[in-house]
């Protein structure tokens, strides 16, 4: 995967701390929720061995434990890290874990961390050929998986055919199915506009929950459609569309972005910042975060997101790039009184006259080198004809 090194070079902390045994390099965790943060000491690990012993791949082991994992993404993230020590810097790794069983993550299950959760392999080639392999593309019953490369003609219609196929072996109705490859594939589309690189696409269907409201389990079955997106990259969402504003660009919805932008930036603060609005800015309709391009943008993933979130249960929807996180809450996705063209992002559907909500903007916890999104949707079961 193209530009995966980058994880390790924008977060450059190093732990000196490190546990060195006769079989390897040893992280140990003792927390019981495994999230951004955990990533992060993972990573200054990880810097720490390749800074203090360069010569030296002895086996790596991720001592982690019994672990409620936060979101989609966040496994994901662990998944392209050993895929980076694995493929690049010829590294054995093997994770000791036991993830709880949520409708969020149900999706760690069929990920390619289940072929190093165990002590095997004697032969490297073997051992990373198949880490390698399930990493890149993965299809089977509730799991799709797929590294795109943006180069190939038409890979975008190929993406949708594929989502929609597999959804449909999943009991996934007609119209969710369409809104849903729909939204990946824009949202694989821009991150290969903006980030020049390939994307990582990750789907998992769950098996039926049961909700259990104060002890009393209820009739209704759920089923969680779990979807992470991340392509590696040295520009962040934002800064092509940052360029454009800087460039004077004469296009009207260009300048009523810099109208915004100037009132945004007097209400700038520790917890709402530049690289916030940006972001916001980038998720405009007709504004486009590809500096070659003027007129198109991404709101069409925006608005299919929000109508997913109106049939769901519950929801967690978020981008991260760079330092910093945008959340995608659904009473927050209204189009503004007046145009029908901007989103506020706020109560008041007002972007120009109004800042975003508390909840959704917020610090990563890494740097993340590029764009990720985790999409989560909980709905009830559907019987589909």
Request: a negative charge; charged letters at 30%.
């Amino acid at each position: 995967m193209k530009n995966i090194e980058k994880i390790l070079e924008v977060n450059p902390s190093k732990n000196k701390k490190l546990v060195l045994c006769k079989d390897g390099f040893h992280f140990s965790y003792s927390g019981e929720k495994f999230d951004g943060e955990t990533i992060n000491e993972i990573l200054k690990f990880i810097n720490g061995i390749r800074s203090k012993y360069k010569n030296n791949i002895l086996p790596i082991h991720l001592d982690i434990g019994e672990v409620e994992i936060s979101d989609k993404l966040t496994f994901v993230m662990l998944e392209c890290i050993c895929f980076l020590l694995i493929e690049k810097y010829k590294y054995k790794v093997h994770i000791n874990w036991r993830p709880k069983n949520t409708i969020q993550t149900f999706g760690v299950y069929s990920s390619p961390l289940l072929i190093i959760n165990k002590k095997g392999f004697s032969n490297y080639k073997e051992f990373k050929n198949k880490y390698k392999n399930k990493f890149i593309y993965d299809t089977y019953q509730n799991h799709y998986r797929k590294v795109v490369d943006q180069s190939k003609r038409n890979y975008l219609g190929i993406l949708m055919s594929d989502i929609n196929t597999f959804l449909t072996v999943n009991n996934i109705s007609s119209e969710n199915r369409e809104q849903l490859s729909e939204v990946v594939a824009e949202l694989v589309g821009n991150a290969g506009e903006h980030g020049q690189s390939d994307c990582l696409v990750d789907i998992d269907v769950t098996e039926t929950f049961t909700k259990n409201v104060d002890g009393i389990d209820q009739e209704e079955n759920y089923i969680g459609i779990n979807i992470a997106i991340l392509n590696f990259s040295s520009k962040n969402l934002n800064e092509d569309l940052k360029l454009k504003i800087q460039n004077d660009i004469q296009d009207k919805r260009y300048l009523k972005l810099k109208e915004a932008y100037d009132y945004h930036k007097k209400k700038f603060t520790e917890d709402y910042g530049e690289e916030d609005f940006w972001n916001i800015g980038c998720l405009q309709h007709k504004i486009s975060g590809s500096f070659e391009k003027i007129s198109s943008g991404g709101t069409g993933s925006t608005v299919l997101i929000r109508s997913l979130q109106e049939k769901a249960d519950a929801d967690k929807c978020y981008l991260i790039s760079g330092k910093r996180a945008l959340y995608l809450i659904k009473d927050y996705l209204e189009f503004d009184d007046k145009e029908k063209m901007w989103l506020g992002f706020n109560k008041t559907a007002d972007f120009f006259n109004d800042i975003p909500e508390e909840d959704v903007v917020a610090p990563c916890a890494i740097n993340f080198p590029g764009t990720a999104y985790n999409l989560t949707f909980v709905m009830k079961e559907e019987e589909v004809k």
